[in-house]
C-alpha cells in the first residue's frame, strides 16, 4: 500500500507543475528513459525486431549457454500535455538453453506494465527531467514472466552541452517480491549526421542480498524524419564469471 501512495504522491507532484509543452523524443534504446512525453492526441509505439540476450555459464562442471528473443513493444500517449500513459508487453519470447549437449527449446508470452510519464519544467532550456512510476506484472507464461510483480519509480534528468551532445542520468528504484534495488544509468547521446545519432550508457545496479551488476551499452540510431526511428543496440555485462550479451534492433512511429 506505501508503494502506491508514493506512486499517487509523484503524479500529483507533477501535475502541480507549471504547464508547459514537453519536447517528444522516443525511449528506445537503451536501458533509461528520455525526458520527454507524447503529445496529446498522439499515440507512440516501440518495437523490438527483437531483444536478445545470450548467457555462458559454467554450472556443476558443464557448460550451459541460453539464448532469449522478446518481440517486446510500448505503447505511450499523451493524457495532458506533459504527462503520458505507458502500456508495455513483453511480448512472445523463445528460448534455448544448451547443457553439455543437450538442447532444450522454450516459447511462451512475457509480463505486461503500466505506468505514467510526468515531464517536469526546470525553466532551463539545456536541462530537462522526468518521473516515471511503474508496475510490471507477472502475468507472462513459466519461464518467461518475472514470477514476482515489479514497482518502480524512476527519474531522468537531461543536459544538452551542444545541439550535438547531452548527457543524461536515469535513476530507478524497484520493489520486487521482498527485495528492493537500485539502478543508475548515466550516458551520452551525440548527433553524428542530420539523420544519424549514437549514444553510450554505463549501467549499475543493486540489489538487497545479490552483488553489484555492471553492464555497458551501445547503439546507434536513424530517425528519417520527426515521427519515425530505427534502432540497433548491444549491452555486456561486465560482472560474474558468465560470458552475457544483451542486443536489440526496434522499429518507433509517432502516430
Avoid: C
Amino acid at each position: 500500500m506505501s508503494i502506491l501512495k508514493n506512486v499517487g504522491l509523484i503524479v500529483v507532484a507533477g501535475l502541480s507543475t507549471q504547464a508547459f509543452a514537453s519536447e517528444f523524443s522516443f525511449d528506445r534504446p537503451g536501458a533509461s528513459f528520455s525526458t520527454g512525453t507524447t503529445p496529446v492526441g498522439s499515440l507512440a509505439w516501440e518495437q523490438a525486431l527483437p531483444t536478445a540476450s545470450y548467457k555462458k555459464s559454467f554450472i556443476d562442471g558443464q557448460n550451459v549457454e541460453t539464448t532469449t528473443v522478446h518481440a517486446d513493444m510500448m505503447l505511450r500517449t499523451g493524457l495532458t500535455d506533459n504527462l503520458e500513459l505507458r502500456l508495455g508487453w513483453q511480448g512472445p519470447g523463445w528460448s534455448r538453453t544448451t547443457t553439455a549437449g543437450r538442447t532444450e527449446k522454450e516459447h511462451g508470452l512475457g509480463d505486461i506494465s503500466i505506468g505514467l510519464k510526468q515531464a517536469i519544467d526546470l525553466n532551463d532550456e539545456k536541462l530537462s527531467m522526468a518521473i516515471l512510476a511503474e508496475a510490471q506484472i507477472a502475468t507472462g507464461n513459466e519461464k518467461f514472466t518475472n514470477d514476482s510483480d515489479i514497482y518502480t519509480l524512476g527519474s531522468s534528468v537531461s543536459y544538452k552541452y551542444t545541439p550535438d551532445l547531452t548527457t543524461a542520468i536515469t535513476m530507478l528504484y524497484a520493489h520486487e517480491g521482498d527485495k528492493l534495488s537500485v539502478t543508475a544509468v548515466p550516458n551520452i547521446g551525440y548527433k553524428l549526421t542530420e539523420k544519424w545519432s549514437g549514444f553510450s550508457e554505463f549501467i549499475y545496479k543493486k540489489a538487497e542480498g545479490t552483488n553489484v551488476e555492471y553492464a555497458l551499452g551501445s547503439g546507434i540510431i536513424y530517425a528519417p524524419n520527426g515521427r519515425t526511428q530505427l534502432d540497433a543496440s548491444i549491452a555486456i555485462d561486465l560482472n560474474g564469471s558468465a560470458d552475457s550479451y544483451h542486443a536489440g534492433l526496434g522499429v518507433s512511429y509517432l502516430f
